[in-house]
């Protein structure tokens, strides 16, 4: 109360009142992901406080930058259990990058300097401050209250070093000496805004480049390199160079278990090498043994590999490009578009394939996409054509549903201008839809895209696949069969408008309703119930075992098939490239600067 | 797959003195289901720093991969692993004896002579000792009085640890 007290007719602070913390908290990762900049959130002391902790857990396994800091009762009554105490120190202590208890009002100053410092450098992450209710109301007795100094002797995150330098000649060694490479750009490409730097290092190596959940937009999808997600619910033919490369570069990603499937197959087990760069050395090696490790910031690393390529390339005036591979990454691409699917399902409703087909016909590249958590993630994730970096945000480490509402109300105040499109599912919109007062009281417009499958898809979806159709707690439909809530009437509860809609030929109409109403707008679309988002791996299995539909099952084989292996079919697959055309893609960036 | 060999590390680390450090470090142990077989702190040679020993078993990308999470704390300063053949690794134990009758007083007093332990406390009734060495003296020590039935209580103060010769371990 104090300190919203003191806010309140501030100019300077935008203070977006939530409905519920954990809203609150996964508003500000939203925020932090469309700007770039860092998150903030404040809550009251207890309930207000352990309410935001889902947002801490996410925001820490995401590396997103947010200073959280709630009330505490009076120092005094600390550890007495007073009303409304609640220990966050030791509640947050697992799920933040640091965290603080403020006991006197001189530490204020320092305190929230440090925790914006450590939050934002570094692999960012979520810093926590406590601050009790007697230090908010105290004077502060210092003549300068925030220190010009920050003075953390065990804080010194490497960003760059020399030893970089030379790994970037050994890894440079390596991928000149590969056949099948293949980069995997994770959420460290994002944080360390190294986009224009992947961009030249990809266009020079023409090396394919397949994304992580977080690491997609960093490179658009239109862009001829891009193969587009891997892991658990990725494109075949992104999980098929991963799984043939020689050589993985891992820029900014660590390797989680829904990337990597099955360890024992993953590349760096036998023939292949793996080359990882992380700005956290904890990353590496942790999950999968490592070949190359680089620590180091990516865009600071991607600068040091563009530097030493443009200087062999002066010395030896030879283009250091593998062709053939870069020649037949590019017809794989092209031969596995996504297909305009005008059939409905089996039950009449509309499949949730023909809605991403829609929303990439409407989608601008400024527009931001957010995702809920589950099958409508990996729909977008696998499907929508992303193509600005921050102009997609989803909750991926710790896969949290009801983030993506939130989350999308933080990246519509970040980016007005920006139409911003909630993807999610019935289940979880329903998390927090209590968020939908906020958008009308402060007159937020997203554009609500509701895939009701009357399921918890996903989970409904594993049912199905591994445990015999057994539907335990994961159907929302009524005894009788109804369905509620009735999202168009939530609407108008709210006061806005809203639309259902059964048949595929209505989606186009819908999202162009949708986009062009003033106001936010909600589009229920009735999804055939027992869609499943496909190709998955089964738990456990290798990147190159998919569980896909019958007239998909043929594509990807096709191109083991064709995968040239031997010398003699590398040579046939060989393009020239002009000196001329490899020369000016490579200095392009310095003729225009 | 071949099967990496275990064994023991201490682990030595210069934090800052502030509260709730020890826990952070401890429960960054059992999050990530390191094994801790002792740990001792105390105040270091430097101002507001603080010294904290962990013994620990593992294989030895496990131990890195602790050495790493553990300087990922911001309140950690430094961190070093350290081996029985490059340091001074030692435990002091207090124990208290039973003495039930004249043999088994003479025999615990021998004992106590040939593991150079020093009496801190007697009476007809019972011996209270103090011993320093690597744990795996203290281990046999106690050994021996179990078998005999001697054994009362014993404190152990968990490993110290320095390296050897001029260098240190920390900032300078």
Same mark, same amino acid.
């Given at each position: ?7 309140y ?5 935008r ?6 913390e954990q809203?609150?908290g996964h508003?500000a ?9 860092l998150g ?15 947002a801490l857990?996410?925001a ?7 200073l959280?800091f ?10 007495n259990?007073?009303?409304?105490e609640?220990?966050l120190?030791? /509640? ?8 603080y208890?403020?006991?006197n ?6 305190i ?22 007697d230090v908010q109301l105290a004077?502060? /007795?210092?003549k300068?209250?925030?220190p010009?100094?920050? #003075?953390?002797v065990g804080?010194?995150?490497?960003s760059? /070093?020399?030893?970089?330098?030379? @790994?970037v000649?050994?890894a440079? #060694?390596i ?6 490479p %293949?980069?995997?750009?994770?959420g460290?490409?994002?944080l360390?805004?190294a986009? @224009?730097?992947l961009k @030249?290092?990809?266009d ?6 397949v ?9 658009s999808?239109?862009?001829?390199n891009?193969?587009g ?5 990725g494109?075949?033919?992104a999980n ?11 820029i900014?990603c660590?390797?989680s278990d ?11 087990q @036998? ?7 992380d700005i ?7 999950n999968?043994p ?5 620590v /180091?910031d ?5 600068e040091?590999?563009?530097?030493q390529?443009?200087?062999?390339i002066?010395e030896t005036?030879?283009f250091?490009? #593998? ?20 059939t409905?399902?089996k039950t009449?409703k509309i ?18 996409v957010?995702s809920?958590?589950?099958q409508?993630q990996?729909?977008?994730g ?5 193509r600005k970096p921050?102009?997609?945000i989803t ?9 993506g ?9 970040a ?7 909630? %993807?999610?599912g019935?289940?979880s919109?329903?998390?927090n839809?209590?968020? =939908?007062?906020?958008?009308k009281?402060?007159n ?13 898809g ?6 199905e696949?591994? #445990?015999?159709?057994?539907y335990?707690?994961t159907c ?8 509620w809530?009735d999202?168009?009437?939530?609407a ?5 408008k ?6 595929p030929?209505e989606?186009s ?9 003033k106001e936010?707008?909600?589009v229920?679309?009735?999804?055939e ?7 998955? =791996?089964p ?9 896909s539909r ?7 084989y ?6 040239p292996?031997s010398e ?7 393009v ?5 055309d490899?020369f000016?893609v490579?200095?392009?960036?310095e003729?225009t600067? | ?9 201490v682990i ?7 509260p ?7 429960g ?13 702190g105390?105040q270091?040679e ?7 020993v962990?013994k620990?078993?593992?294989?030895k990308e496990?131990?890195e ?6 300087n990922?704390?911001i ?8 081996q029985?053949d490059?340091?001074?690794?030692r435990?002091?134990?207090l124990?208290?004896?039973?003495i039930?009758d ?8 021998s ?7 020093k ?5 007809l ?20 009085m179990?078998n ?10 968990g ?6 010769g001029?260098?240190?371990?920390f900032?300078h």
């Amino acid at each position: 109360m104090p300190f919203y007290d003191e806010i309140y007719e501030d100019p300077d602070i935008r203070s977006i009142l939530m409905r519920h913390e954990q809203a609150a908290g996964h508003a500000a990762e939203g925020f932090a992901v469309a700007s770039g900049k860092l998150g903030v959130v404040m809550t009251t002391s207890g309930p207000g406080a352990t309410n935001i902790i889902t947002a801490l857990a996410n925001a820490f396994y995401d590396s997103t930058p947010l200073l959280a800091f709630s009330g505490q009762v009076p120092t005094k009554l600390i550890g007495n259990d007073a009303f409304q105490e609640a220990d966050l120190i030791g /509640s947050t202590m697992a799920i933040t990058k640091h965290n603080y208890l403020a006991k006197n009002v001189n530490d204020v100053g320092r305190i929230f300097k440090e925790a914006i410092h450590i939050a934002t450098t570094g692999r960012p992450g979520p810093v926590f401050i406590d601050l009790p209710k007697d230090v908010q109301l105290a004077e502060c /007795s210092l003549k300068s209250p925030i220190p010009s100094k920050i #003075n953390l002797v065990g804080y010194n995150p490497v960003s760059f /070093s020399n030893a970089v330098k030379r @790994q970037v000649k050994i890894a440079l #060694n390596i991928i000149s000496e590969a056949q099948y490479p %293949v980069i995997i750009a994770g959420g460290g490409v994002l944080l360390a805004n190294a986009f @224009q730097e992947l961009k @030249q290092f990809v266009d020079t190596l023409r090396i394919p480049v397949v994304y992580t959940l977080k690491g997609k937009g960093v490179l658009s999808d239109d862009h001829q390199n891009v193969l587009g997600l891997i892991g658990m619910h990725g494109r075949k033919r992104a999980n098929f160079a991963v799984s043939e490369a020689d050589v993985v570069i891992a820029i900014g990603c660590r390797f989680s278990d829904r990337i990597t499937g099955d360890l024992q197959k993953f590349p760096g087990q @036998q023939n292949s090498k793996i080359i990882h760069i992380d700005i956290d050395a904890a990353e590496i090696g942790k999950n999968v043994p490592v070949d190359l490790p680089i620590v /180091s910031d990516a865009k600071l690393a991607l600068e040091e590999f563009n530097r030493q390529i443009q200087k062999k390339i002066k010395e030896t005036q030879e283009f250091p490009m #593998n062709s053939w591979w870069y020649k037949f990454i590019k017809e794989l691409k092209e031969s596995s578009g996504i297909p305009n699917v005008t059939t409905s399902g089996k039950t009449g409703k509309i499949l949730p394939e023909k809605i991403m087909y829609e929303l990439n016909e409407i989608l601008e590249p400024d527009d931001i996409v957010v995702s809920e958590v589950g099958q409508n993630q990996m729909y977008c994730g696998h499907y929508l054509n992303i193509r600005k970096p921050r102009t997609w945000i989803t909750s991926g480490g710790l896969g949290t549903m009801g983030f993506g509402f939130p989350a999308s109300i933080g990246a519509k105040v970040a980016k007005p201008e920006s139409e911003v499109w909630l %993807v999610a599912g019935d289940g979880s919109f329903q998390m927090n839809l209590a968020e =939908l007062a906020t958008l009308k009281q402060h007159n937020i417009k997203i554009n609500i895209i509701i895939l009701n499958n009357q399921y918890l898809g996903m989970v409904r979806q594993w049912q199905e696949l591994f #445990n015999e159709k057994r539907y335990a707690g994961t159907c929302l439909q009524c005894k009788n069969g109804e369905y509620w809530p009735d999202f168009v009437k939530l609407a108008t509860a709210y006061g806005f408008k809203g639309l259902r809609i059964n048949k595929p030929s209505e989606v186009s109409m819908a999202l162009k309703t949708c986009r062009s109403s003033k106001e936010s707008f909600i589009v229920e679309m009735m999804i055939e119930p027992e869609s499943n988002a496909l190709p998955m =791996l089964p738990p456990g299995g290798a990147l190159n075992t998919f569980i896909s539909r019958k007239r998909e099952k043929k594509s990807i084989y096709d191109w083991y098939r064709r995968l040239p292996r031997s010398e003699s079919e590398i040579a046939d697959y060989k393009v020239e490239i002009s000196k001329e055309d490899a020369f000016s893609v490579y200095f392009e960036k310095e003729v225009t600067t | 797959m071949v099967m990496e060999s275990v064994s023991e590390y201490v682990i030595v680390l210069l934090v800052e003195d502030h509260p709730g450090v020890t826990m952070k470090i401890a429960g960054m142990f059992a999050r990530r289901g390191h094994n801790m077989k002792s740990f001792t702190g105390a105040q270091s040679e430097q101002k507001g720093l603080s010294k904290i020993v962990i013994k620990t078993e593992g294989t030895k990308e496990q131990v890195e991969q602790i050495q790493k999470q553990m300087n990922k704390l911001i309140e950690v300063v430094k961190v070093q692993v350290l081996q029985p053949d490059n340091s001074v690794i030692r435990e002091l134990a207090l124990i208290k004896l039973l003495i039930k009758d004249d043999l088994t007083h003479q025999k615990i007093l021998s004992m106590i002579e040939i593991y150079h332990g020093k009496v801190l406390d007697a009476n007809l009734k019972q011996v209270t000792l103090e011993i320093v060495g690597n744990s795996e003296k203290i281990d046999a020590f106690l050994d021996i009085m179990r078998n005999m039935n001697v054994l009362r209580e014993v404190s152990r103060s968990g490993n110290v640890a320095l390296l050897r010769g001029t260098e240190s371990v920390f900032l300078h």
